[in-house]
């Protein structure tokens, strides 16, 4: 038999226990006592691990034998002994849980090095104090058995404290703050240059936690809650007011209806009861529909929201971004995001609600019934968030590997589609099918394993539940037995036990999804955390004659180490006409972008008419200088909207104008629905060669005052091309023209010809017949000027 501890002692040991439980589950609020991020270093973690598991097997055996004992006297134990006994279980069992997570390679924080001390003094004292059990009034079996826990006891206490009280009089005195976490690495992926598809579990380890992680997740709060719209907002808050209001009666009901079960077996009147309860069934069926309706408005408009708002957002990034990012990419990251919008209802109508259903039906039973409940319920709810915890960190990482083979799967389907022509003609369409297929085993193989470790940890839940149930029914009919309870008051028990825990049990089932749902939107959160950097506030820019100056420009893309521009300058004067040719990869089509603002320079200025264009604002900039891209993009609308796309207020003469001297007016008029065809995705009813005209026709619409065009004429057949070009040249007779072209034969008919070679670097410059002539006399074996090479 146990000896019966003192009340004070077990209060003490009951409050040692508690903090080490509270130092075990949050551990960053509780440094601030010992000063953030103090730790000791020099312990044998393995050691300390065993040491807490065999502490919390002998807490166990306690607890066990002191709920034996009480249940062998037909009684319940000492309220004091049980809560004592139960913090001293569940934080030892916690420490333990910490030290062997081994993805945990930090150092003990300083605050439970001494609190576990603390604990293990306290231990020391308590059997010094009450000595080791013997004499004549006891058994000798239960007297050596308990002699036996407290010499256990006691010599695991003092090998804790020799392991920890050295490392702690080492470091105590030298410890200091953890070194700042490192900037967050790159994606591995290296097709991923804006580590948009980033491992989250690596970025959850460089900001140290979760919670860090959780906090960058506020860009989506604007598309959560409706901020600045006040009629929205009335709707949110009515509806959260009717949950609480919901939960607050079903339990009345609940109570109502148990006491119609007192009122019959005492044969008192049972019709006030019955009134009652069928009034709080009736509230509760209109608080249900009316917070139907204002949750489906609530939640369309958060569609709308999310919907334009993030498109908005992603328009408005800078050209760097949208030069790097794939379209594919973003596209699911928008997808993959919708439901992640949706958790802040659920959050608020669904867990929140949950919780405080959870916090008010536990009060009400703890009230009713004593505190051995709120007993069973904090050993039940602290093994169910272990469980849930390794669960959510295991199906974190399964998670992860799914959504890196899902991005694999889509772009190998994109490119089967969009590279059909290709398979088709290689006769690679079945190798790209079983290519394909290959991928997909791959997924569903890893599919599989995620949710065999979604089923395997729903087990252990189900398994700590029906434990936890157990419990609280052999307690409440314990009661019943020694009539401390009513037939009212097991039915009122049943009902709320089990809602009790099928509340708990929807909350931890709901976590992994909740968890997925976060790695899912963290791709979009990382578009959402990046600037729109494209300024809308600069100043105007001036351009009356259009020239352009380049002082040592140089640009470098990211993840590689070899400038693409190195060092470049050039000065171009007004209204020149300027061919850029040069053998592929020498920066011909990046110092376009540059030039268009699509990418800012990593060092140098680029100046139009003296006017540095970083400091421009875009409109204005976009008004005086218009490209023409190598691939033009054809909108899915009709030929007069994406003819407009060079002039919005553009009148029909002005398009007419526009598309004759693009050659592409007699084209367009010969279609069944002229001006108002559809030009279908990407233009897909045009040929190459009319998508082209067709952006010709926009630079003629538009008039900028500098015009900048890539590869313009490479699908032209050679009479088009030099009349679109006689009429881009005589339509732009003041205007600054460069071209960038691999065409020789359009070279002939611009003022300067400048040669890049690698880097960037000016190799060449001067007119058509200068650089032929000096060529001829040089006797070069260069052949990009000789005549008759009409492509370099």
Known sequence: MAIELEPWIQLVRGCCGVLVLVTAITPIPTLKIFGTGRSITNCNLNTLLFLFLALFFIYAAVFFRLVAEAVSRNSLPSI???FSETALVL?????AERLGDRDDKSPIHLNRAVSWCLLCAIELFVVVWTGLPGGQT?????????????VCKAATCVMILLQILPAIIANCNTASKPSPASPLDASSNPADILSLQMDTLREVEKLGGWWPLLKLFGVFSRYMFPVGEPVHQIRFVASFLLMVTHEVTELQEQLAFASILDAAATGSQVQTSFKKALLLRAVNTALSHIFGL??????????????????????????TFHSLANPTDLTKAVDDAK????????????????????VMAATKLVSLHGPFLFIIMAYQITFTCVINSKGTQKRAEAFTKVHKLKVDQEHRRQDGLRGWTTLFNQNLIEHEIDCFRLVTGALIDQERKLDSCRLNFCLAQNIVSFCGVAAGYSFMIYRYGQGAATVGDLMLYTSVWATLWMRIGELTRTIPDLVDDLLDAAPLRRVLERSSAVQTSGAELLCGEGSLDLHDVSFTYPARDTPVVDHLSMSIKPGAKVALIGPSGTGKSTLLKLVMRYMSPSTGTILIDGQDISNIDKNSF????????????IFNTT??????????NASDEEVYAACRRAMIHDTIIARPGGYESLMGENGSSFSGGEKQRIEFARLFLKQPKVVILDEPTSSLDPETEMQVLGNLINQFVHTTVIVVTHNVEIAKDFDRVILLGEGGKIVKDGSYRELLAKEATEQTTSHALQPGLTRY
Not at 140 to 147: C, G, I, K, M, Y
Request: proline share 6%; net charge positive; glycine share 4%.
């Open 639 to 648: 030929v007069m909207e994406n003819v407009r796309m060079g002039k919005k």
């Open 339 to 358: 439901e992640f919008i949706s958790l802040f209802d659920s959050i608020i109508f669904s867990h929140f609600i949950n919780i405080m259903g959870i």
């Open 138 to 150: 006891s058994p000798p079996l239960a007297s050596r058995v308990s002699a036996a826990i407290d």
């Open 80 to 82: 004091h002994a049980a």
């Open 294 to 319: 204002l949750r489906a408005e609530i939640k369309l408009h958060r569609a709308e929201s999310f919907a334009t708002g993030v498109h908005a957002k992603i328009l408005s990034m800078d050209p």
């Open 91 to 95: 934080a030892t069992f916690m420490n």
């Open 622 to 633: 976009h008004k005086s200088v218009g490209m023409m891209p190598q691939i033009p993009h």
